[in-house]
């Protein structure tokens, strides 16, 4: 962050606009707007900066803009001269008004056409009415506190209202009846009644994850999440949400599963909306469905929110067809994990399977499931590949046969999670099966 973004208070304070054409015409309408008491000068005179709270200068003398930065600055006056960055010590935002509600975007210089475009965006995708909710919101705030002292309550409400009917209400200019509306909410208010949702994180690209996902995250009041859940995922969740790291990395757990549940259950009786996040999906190797055990037997109600798991991401990732018309009928999803340095798998069925193996957690076992499955009869020519942190920008991938994948897996060096694909429909995607080179999916 370049630049530190703040909302002045000018009102009644004095502001300086140097210069006399149309830039210093617009910067001057839009501080009246914000209440300055506004200071008008063609050429810049030293004592026109007392008292000043901003200073703006443009279309002046070079030397009169230059004098009054280097002034500006010196009385440590927060100034900017139109497009002359070199001079300025703030930046102006594009701005968007919905009163008493205002949006300001900058790209700290960088492509302002681009924040204005984003501007546009915003403009299009918030009504004009919509700083009328916030007025309706302030007029109720008494209210709200005397009737509603729970602050998870209160936020439930007002979210309910920002939301729902109340807000149709508004936007349809029906001011009273919305008003109405909002008295009878807050009367009506239970105490907020806490719950655990199981949200499936995606492989770790934030526009990975569902809509639906995105709302929870930004309406969370407590999140828990795995070491699996990638920061630029974190990075949508509220930023007053409590953050729990309850990561497990593979042979040191950081916290076990029966304290996890423990941990949900009393965020949940707190009254707070928890957000359980996990990678991928929370069904698929994610423990989801202990949770959910755990959840409904100490009657806290929870939902789950499927997410884009590792074998969909790298499969994708890597153009390879899970399932493919006349060569792979099924996909099985099988976890490589052991339990006492063994695998427990029935070999020979999947070896029998016609279709796309997808074995999760499948690094370190991985000769012995090559192995297992030669024995059981897999042919060593079957295409397989090592995908590592598919759906990512950082994923890699390494080609090969059931027969050598365990023997180049070896000298590849791991970073991240990855997935082993086995299979004929694994040799449909991009390169060839043979390649033995480690290369970047996107390359293939
Ligand atoms: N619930 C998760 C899986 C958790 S088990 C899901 O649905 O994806 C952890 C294993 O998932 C890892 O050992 C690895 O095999 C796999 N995995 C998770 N994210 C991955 C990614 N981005 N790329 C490749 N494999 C991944």
């Not at 006056?77 to 010590?89: A, E, F, G, Q, S």
């Not at 309706?136 to 998870?152: E, I, K, N, S, V």
């Not at 020519?381 to 590592?388: F, K, S, T, V």
Request: with cysteine; glycine share 12%; net charge positive.
């Amino acid at each position: 962050m370049q630049h530190f973004p703040i909302f002045l208070d000018l009102s009644g304070r004095p502001v300086l606009v140097l210069g006399a054409g149309e830039a210093a015409a617009r910067k001057a309408d839009l501080l009246r707007r914000a209440g300055a008491d506004l200071r008008r000068a063609a050429r810049f005179a030293p004592d026109l900066l007392a008292g000043c709270a901003l200073a703006i200068g443009a279309d002046a003398p070079e030397a009169d803009l230059q004098a009054l930065a280097d002034a500006a600055r010196a009385a440590g006056i927060p100034c900017n001269i139109v497009d002359r960055p070199d001079l300025c010590t703030f930046i102006m935002p594009a701005i968007i008004e919905r009163d008493p509600l205002t949006i300001a975007v900058s790209s700290g210089g960088a492509a302002p056409v681009l924040a204005r475009l984003l501007r546009a965006r915003i403009e299009a995708a918030v009504p004009p009415a919509f700083g009328r909710l916030a007025v309706l919101a302030a007029h109720f705030r008494d209210t709200l506190r005397r009737r509603l002292p729970d602050l998870g309550t209160r936020r439930r409400v007002l979210e309910q209202a920002f939301t729902g009917p109340v807000a149709d209400l508004v936007f349809a200019g029906a001011e009273d009846a919305a008003a109405a509306a909002f008295a009878a909410a807050i009367e009506g208010a239970a105490p907020a009644e806490g719950c655990v949702f199981l949200v499936g994180g995606g492989p770790g690209a934030p526009d990975l994850l569902t809509l639906r996902a995105q709302r929870l995250l930004g309406e969370a009041d407590a999140i828990v999440h795995d070491r699996l859940v990638g920061d630029g995922v974190l990075d949508l969740a509220r930023r007053d949400a409590v953050r729990i790291h309850v990561g497990k990395a593979r042979a040191h757990h950081c916290m076990r599963q029966e304290d996890i549940n423990a941990l949900l259950i009393r965020l949940a009786r707190e009254g707070r909306r928890v957000v359980r996040l996990k990678g991928g999906d929370p069904f698929i190797f994610g423990r989801g469905g202990e949770e959910v055990e755990a959840l409904r037997a100490a009657g806290v109600r929870c939902e789950v929110v499927p997410g884009v798991t590792a074998a969909l991401a790298c499969a994708a990732q890597a153009l390879i067809p899970l399932t493919h018309r006349g060569i792979a009928r099924s996909v099985i999803l099988v976890t490589g994990h052991t339990r006492e340095g063994r695998l427990d798998v029935d070999f020979a069925a999947l070896a029998r399977h016609r279709g796309t193996l997808a074995v999760y957690m499948g690094i370190v076992s991985l000769p012995q499931l090559s192995d297992g499955l030669l024995a059981a009869g897999m042919d060593p020519r079957m295409p397989a590949a090592l995908i590592e942190r598919g759906g990512t920008a950082q994923h890699r991938m390494l080609r090969g046969t059931l027969g050598d994948l365990a023997a180049r897996a070896q000298g590849w060096g791991s970073f991240g999670p990855a997935l082993v694909l086995i299979g004929e429909a694994v040799a449909r995607g991009g390169g060839h099966a043979g390649a033995a080179v480690a290369e970047p999916v996107a390359a293939a």
